[in-house]
């Protein structure tokens, strides 16, 4: 066998041994986006992974209580301060009227209604800051009735005008 055929025989044998030739090749994607909010009004949450998902109020059979949501949003109006107000009544429901389990929901510890009021203050508006938001279960007149409950919370924010 002459010289120029061994190399070539040489050489297609090593190159599949090699790893060059059989190179495995892995590839990944993945999304990224960011919001950013307008400077002049915003009222938004402080880890927002949680806003869009649903919620466990953990129950405690012992104590026959439910531990509250709580949660932090940044907040900011330029303009002056910042009222809240629910758009439905909140509470959980298991399809029964009966049964239905009003929720409490405060925000920068104040309780919010159908009503709209100051949940923030001119000064505290303009300067921004971060503010708690909790949502709890009502007390029961009797005890609560056992099922799997569902329920929304609409909350409706304004920016206040000087």
């Excluded at 090699?18 to 190179?23: F, P, Q, R």
């Excluded at 303009?79 to 929720?103: H, Q």
């Amino acid at each position: 066998m002459s010289n120029p055929t061994r190399a070539a025989l040489s050489l297609g044998l090593l190159l599949p041994m090699s790893g060059i030739v059989n190179a495995i090749t892995e590839r990944e994607t993945f999304e990224v986006s960011v919001s950013i909010p307008s400077a002049e009004f915003y009222v938004i949450p402080s880890e927002p992974d949680w806003i869009h998902q649903e919620q466990a109020l953990p129950f405690n059979p012992v104590s026959e209580k439910f531990t509250p949501l709580r949660k932090n949003f940044d907040v900011k109006n330029v303009n002056g301060g910042i009222t809240a107000r629910m758009s439905t009544e909140p509470y959980l429901s298991n399809g029964r009227d009966t049964d239905n389990i009003p929720l409490i929901v405060t925000f920068n510890r104040k309780r919010l209604s159908l009503v709209a009021e100051p949940v923030i203050t001119e000064l505290d508006g303009q300067a921004g800051q971060r503010v708690g938001l909790e949502i709890a279960a009502a007390l029961p007149v009797d005890a609560y009735r056992p099922g799997s409950y569902y329920g929304s919370v609409h909350m409706i924010f304004e920016a206040l005008a000087p």
